[in-house]
T-cell receptor, first 110, second 119 residues
């Protein structure tokens, strides 16, 4: 079983839609839950992160973690064409080791 | 945010040759740098963790004699793919972790990646 499972998509939505991106994980040792955004042929950039269970909001983005069900979500409100990218969830252990999901490729259609 | 550069951004080489990829942290010092490999439509897979001044730690299944890593300074790590073959063609991405503990998460800052094509 992989450490992190993520639906690879691709996912296409119209501009303005609400996007829901999800991951599941198996390792209870994960403490921080990162979301990275990767544009084509570029390195990942950190979008936001949460610690333990709960929600965190940053502008149009909301990250949600449910440790009881080992479920991670990223919501994008009022999606824009510039949001088109691959989104990777990446839980982090206490030893600062990142485990990446496969990434979900998102396309926002104008 | 902190900036990490990689050079070259794209390299094409013949089978059997060796290729060196550089990873630099431009505006911060990094005691730890990471090397990842990403195949098309797949996730980033950690290859090795490199600490300045010491030998790299390789993940299971990664040949240390094939992927030579040198981390000679706090701002530079190099990955050399020795005797490259077509199956080594991939997107290689480095990341660097700041020594200053700028975030409690020990955030890694990623380079833009190097696309290697072995003919």
């Amino acid at each position: 079983q992989k450490e992190v499972e993520q639906d690879p998509g691709p996912l296409s939505v119209p501009e303005g839609a609400i996007v829901s991106l999800n991951c599941t994980y198996s390792n209870s040792a994960f403490q921080y839950f990162m979301w990275y955004r990767q544009y084509s042929r570029k390195g990942p950039e950190l979008l936001m992160y949460t610690y333990s269970s709960g929600n965190k909001e940053d502008g149009r983005f909301t990250a949600q973690v449910d440790k009881s069900s080992k479920y991670i979500s990223l919501f994008i409100r009022d999606s824009q064409p510039s949001d088109s990218a691959t989104y990777l969830c990446a839980p982090l252990t206490g030893a600062n080791n990142l485990f990446f999901g496969t990434g979900t490729r998102l396309t926002v259609i104008p | 945010g902190a900036v990490v550069s990689q050079h070259p951004s794209w390299v094409i080489c013949k089978s059997g040759t060796s290729v060196k990829i550089e990873c630099r942290s431009l505006d911060f010092q990094a005691t730890t740098m990471f090397w990842y490999r990403q195949f098309p439509k797949q996730s980033l897979m950690l290859m090795a963790t490199s600490n300045e001044g010491s030998k790299a730690t390789y993940e299971q299944g990664v040949e240390k004699d094939k992927f030579l890593i040198n981390h000679a300074s706090l701002t530079l790590s190099t990955l050399t793919v020795t005797s490259a073959h077509p199956e080594d063609s991939s997107f290689y991405i480095c990341s660097a972790r700041s020594t200053s503990g700028r975030t409690r998460t020990g955030e890694q800052f990623f380079g833009p990646g190097t696309r290697l094509t072995v003919l």
